[in-house]
């Protein structure tokens, strides 16, 4: 009898091996498809799955859009990944400060801090508020359009369990954007980047794991172009003569667009009347 067990006994522990769940083993960080949702949502308007994401505006106009999750089974959160690309040829990036971090040293910050974290003693990392080597004023990285990088975290844990937020909504970061050509329905894309590290995640206290988010839906931002008004005067002139009257910059009014940047273009019929004698 005692040898029947000990012959049986390594079988079984080999079945519990083969049969133990593979995903229960760690994974490489970021391959875990997560329960979270992330939204972009024009900022103050969000409350859990709605807010204003169809948003409409004109050349010159601040957009800010808030990047907001909605955590319905109130998993615990210890740190969040949120990389963006943003199209540079209808928008420019508002910089929130100047980085110190030594890589991006000098570079701007695009990222004011939300609430998501801040029962939890979130800090957004020295590298977690970058342009990924942007200035800002021309594309300094290899890639297309504006990166945006976010990564905060929760503190370690000193004896009572790493902190971390399982809030059901709220805001991880907001962004502003600068209208500066006509467009319709642009979104904002989130990347998941393996090559370059700029994969969109979040991270949770006690698992090896980190986990995608379960959806993303991006905002759309339409621009008009720029309204004249008050409307232009008719002036009639004569043939040869001059009118100083007319300043055109005073009929446009962007504060966020210098006048030297706006190119001026006229039309119109010319009547001739010739005569024979």
């Not at 590290?197 to 698992?207: A, E, G, L, N, Q």
Request: charge should be negative; proline fraction near 5%; aromatic fraction near 12%.
């Amino acid at each position: 009898m005692h040898n029947r067990f000990f012959i049986l006994f390594p079988v079984l522990i080999v079945l519990f091996i083969l049969l133990y769940p593979v995903s229960s083993i760690s994974r490489t960080a970021g391959t875990v498809k997560g329960k979270i949702r992330m939204y972009l949502f024009e900022s103050g308007t969000g409350s859990g799955q709605s807010g204003i994401s169809d948003i409409h505006s004109t050349v010159g106009d601040t957009i800010s859009i808030d990047i907001s999750i909605r955590n319905n089974q109130r998993i615990l959160v210890s740190a969040i990944e949120v990389y963006l690309t943003v199209d540079d040829e209808y928008f420019d990036i508002v910089s929130q400060g100047t980085n110190t971090y030594d890589e991006y040293e000098s570079q701007p910050m695009p990222f004011i801090q939300g609430n998501y974290f801040s029962g939890a003693y979130g800090a957004v990392q020295p590298y977690g508020n970058t342009t990924h080597g942007d200035s800002l004023t021309a594309n300094d990285n290899i890639f297309d359009g504006w990166q945006l990088d976010y990564v905060e975290m929760t503190g370690p844990d000193v004896g009572f369990g790493r902190p971390s937020s399982n809030m059901s909504y709220g805001v991880v970061a907001t962004f502003q954007l600068v209208a500066k050509a006509p467009c319709d329905s642009v979104t904002i894309k989130l990347d998941l980047d393996s090559y370059y590290m700029r994969i969109s995640r979040y991270h949770h206290p006690y698992d090896n794991d980190s986990y995608f988010f379960q959806s993303f839906e991006s905002c759309k931002i339409s621009v008009s172009p720029v309204t004249i008004n008050p409307p232009l005067p008719d002036i009639y002139m004569k043939s040869g003569t001059v009118n100083n009257s007319l300043d055109l910059d005073d009929h446009v009014n962007l504060a966020s667009i210098p006048d030297s940047l706006f190119n001026w273009s006229a039309s119109g019929n010319t009547t001739r009347k010739s005569s024979t004698g």
